[in-house]
């Protein structure tokens, strides 16, 4: 019966975690989407209508109009927002710069940085989730956009005749100069209204992507592929203007220009255009990239602040830590523990006090300590760079603090039925922590090569996991210790575990076993996936072989003292500890969806210990107090049950 409620419980646990998994996209994203593609649109096609501040053609010039007073109905009616009314006025700005017939390149500007503040109002992601593949894109193009576009872009495809008006030369120098990538994402997904260009949705995000890219690399020719690639491996410095794929699929020749010369501007997104995992690479030979990007979030944040924006702003606060730190965590464990827990107290507090609203003086403050911080860690990471006992001690680190917690759950299960002289169903239990082994094998393949598992991903799985882990342990660990008081076990193992332990209960036990340790592999992977490097390579892998080592004799002591133990006492210990690890892992869960953004984060002055579960926030603090309260309640409960058997025999 207790087991049959613990499934009911894990079910009803799971089904709840799915739900909000998968909870659907903000409404007004399209819209969103379709207002940047208007003010794309003018910002490209605008010279096209006036020059030298005569109208050179009527049509143009009236669509320009129409698109500009478009724009801003568009977004009067979006949901509202701290930053509506400053678009609002931009947009009114843009409509008064049209409407005097300004200069191309100032309305083209102004539209831009309109079409920019738009999309980081209203949260909308605006970049590709993992490296394009070119390949796929020319592919791609040849079946579906070469009869209309020309094999070459020209528009000279055997349909381009027929088609009023005709489709767009991708070859055409003074567009592309003007195009981002994310301007033909757009253009691809949504088609282009009055034109025969439909939107193709039925193409995965990926492929659309990688059209764009391929795409926007036709008007460049070879030559300047090749000038972008020396420039760009000559001279670092250049890729602080592209830190990201996000900045890369922003970009246009015309807009980098306003940093360097069009030549330079033109190869160097010739270059990338065609070869985006260069930008990676670029990200992988030197850390202070991806501080770099936190450094620039942080100043974001401040700036959505600055503006009454808090949501804007706690959304940037959180990607500050989760895509600007969390990538180079593995290596400032390794050198300096300490250095990253203040880093991570640091923005906890930067968040709490953007969800609390304290004055913008007290969020600069926090600011800065980050920033110090950051600071800190960049000497820190380039100056171990070559410390092969600082990979060593990682790397090692990280197996022990991760695979510690499953193997605690797994060998309990284990050891539990070895004593009930259930071996027949090891298997399952077997067959669960293995198949957590193979999923992290795949999740590691997938984190590789198909996808860019993101932080807040990272910890959204974590989080969960370890909340269903808390909830079927706090269960399990009241029940072993109401039968450790009830006496007669012989009896009652012949009389009821069979029954107990029906198929039923065999799956629940696979699904426990996989859960727990699936949790620890998931971090496990990334971790080390993010810490590795060649250089590095003997160290790590030997920290990863003295870990497992480690974690083989730690289960070897722990089996062969729990079958030394009385049932009785065995039961007893290891229910007390079982509760105790629901308490560490509900604290270790609800910090994960604080780090996700899931759950609010309120900072209260207590200790930090993360082996225990332990962090400075009310909601971590109540959660495991509940817990613990409710473990308490359930060992009282039992405790009187037992008094009463005991005087009834």
């Avoid at 990471?381 to 990979?391: D, R």
């Amino acid at each position: 019966m207790a087991l049959r409620c613990f499934r009911h419980l894990a079910l009803i646990f799971l089904l709840a975690c799915s739900g909000l998994a998968t909870a659907a996209a903000p409404g007004a994203q399209a819209e969103v989407r379709q207002a940047w593609q208007l003010l794309d649109y003018i910002g490209v096609d605008y010279a096209g209508a006036v020059q030298g501040g005569k109208v050179i053609s009527d049509g143009e010039y009236a669509e320009m109009r129409e698109f500009s007073a478009t724009t801003r109905s568009r977004i009067a009616a979006l949901p509202e927002n701290a930053q509506r009314a400053n678009l609002l006025a931009q947009a009114e700005a843009l409509i008064a710069l049209v409407e005097r017939k300004a200069g191309a390149g100032e309305v083209a500007d102004r539209a831009h940085a309109l079409a920019g503040a738009l999309l980081a109002a209203y949260g909308v992601a605006a970049a590709p989730l993992k490296t394009p593949d070119l390949a796929v894109g020319k592919r791609l193009y040849a079946r579906d956009c070469a009869a209309c576009h020309g094999a070459a872009g020209r528009a000279d495809g055997p349909h381009a005749a027929a088609l009023d008006p005709p489709p767009i030369a991708f070859t055409d120098a003074v567009r592309a100069a003007q195009r981002s990538p994310l301007a033909l994402y757009e253009a691809i997904s949504q088609g282009v209204a009055g034109t025969a260009m439909p939107g193709f949705p039925q193409l995965s995000e990926d492929e659309r992507w990688a059209l764009a890219f391929y795409v926007g690399g036709l008007a460049m020719g070879d030559a300047q592929r090749a000038q972008g690639e020396r420039l760009w491996n000559a001279t670092p410095s250049l890729h602080a203007t592209l830190p990201t794929l996000e900045a890369l699929s922003h970009a246009s020749p015309a807009q980098l220009a306003q940093q360097m010369d069009m030549q330079q501007a033109q190869a160097i997104l010739a270059y990338l255009r065609a070869s985006p995992q260069a930008l990676a690479d670029a990200a992988s030979a030197t850390t202070p990239a991806s501080l770099d990007l936190a450094r620039s979030k942080l100043r974001d944040t401040l700036a959505a602040y600055a503006n009454h924006d808090r949501r804007q702003a706690a959304a940037l606060a959180l990607s500050t830590y989760l895509d600007g730190v969390e990538p180079v965590e593995p290596g400032i464990t390794a050198r300096d523990p300490e250095l990253l827990r203040a880093i991570e107290s640091a923005m906890a507090k930067l968040r709490s006090d953007i969800g609390n609203g304290v004055p913008l003086a007290q969020v600069e403050s926090d600011a800065d300590q980050a920033l110090a911080l950051f600071e800190r860690a960049d000497a820190a990471l380039q100056g171990g760079s070559g410390s092969w006992m600082a990979a060593f001690v990682g790397s090692l680190t990280i197996l022990l603090r991760e695979g510690l917690e499953a193997l605690l759950i797994v060998v309990g299960i284990i050891a539990f039925l070895r004593k009930a002289e259930r071996r027949e169903a090891l298997k399952w239990v077997h067959a669960g922590w293995v198949g957590a082994l193979a999923a992290g094998g795949l999740t590691w393949a997938a984190a590789t090569w198909l996808i860019d598992i993101s932080g807040a991903n990272r910890e959204l799985t974590e989080g969960l996991s370890s909340l269903f882990a808390a909830v079927v342990l706090l269960s399990v660990g009241i029940w072993m210790h109401q039968k450790s008081l009830a006496g007669r076990w012989q009896q009652y193992l012949n009389a009821r575990l069979s029954a107990a332990l029906g198929r039923g209960s065999m799956v629940f036990l696979f699904v426990l076993s996989f859960v727990a340790v699936y949790r620890e592999v998931f971090e496990t992977i990334l971790f080390y996936a993010a810490m590795w490097n060649p250089r590095d390579a003997g160290a790590i892998v030997a920290g990863l072989a003295v870990g497992a080592a480690g974690l083989a004799l730690v289960t070897f002591a722990l089996l062969r003292l729990g079958m030394r133990l009385p049932i009785g006492k065995f039961f007893a210990i290891s229910s007390a500890l079982i509760a105790v690890l629901a308490v560490v892992l509900v604290g270790k869960g609800v910090a994960a969806l604080q780090e996700a953004g899931w759950i609010g984060l309120g900072m209260v002055q207590a200790p930090r210990i993360d082996l225990l579960g332990v962090y400075p926030s009310w909601q971590t603090l109540l959660a495991q107090l509940v817990v613990a309260a409710v473990a308490a309640l359930g060992f009282w409960i039992n405790l009187r049950g037992g008094r009463a058997v005991a005087r009834r025999v």
